[in-house]
């Protein structure tokens, strides 16, 4: 029996850092945030009717931009800035 201060043999080795395991697969570059696709030149200046149609209908701006985009994204916006129906 060992007594106090006295070792019993080598160490036990301390366990292996995170990540640094040969077993676990080199860390992943960080992830690009995802983008929305631009709305084509073509249908900018119906974006830019609608967004002034729905401010002054009494939405807020930063609302109003969003669904504009969206709307020419999903191509439901007229070239006057109208919405088109779903077929």
């Known amino acids: 029996m060992a ?4 070792h019993r043999g080598p160490a036990p080795a301390p366990p292996p ?3 640094s395991s040969p077993k ?3 860390p992943r570059p960080a992830a690009k945030p995802a983008t929305k696709p631009p709305v084509p030149r073509a249908q900018q200046p ?20 969003a669904m504009s985009l969206n709307m020419a994204r999903e191509h439901r916006l007229g070239p006057k800035g109208g919405y088109k129906k779903a077929k």
């Not at 007594?3 to 006295?6: D, P, V």
């Not at 149609?53 to 939405?59: D, M, R, T």
């Open 24 to 26: 676990s697969p080199p």
């Open 46 to 65: 119906a974006v830019s009717e609608k967004i002034s149609k729905l401010v002054h209908e009494g939405k807020p701006q930063d609302q109003a931009v």
């Open 3 to 6: 007594r106090h201060g006295q």
């Open 17 to 19: 850092a995170r990540g």
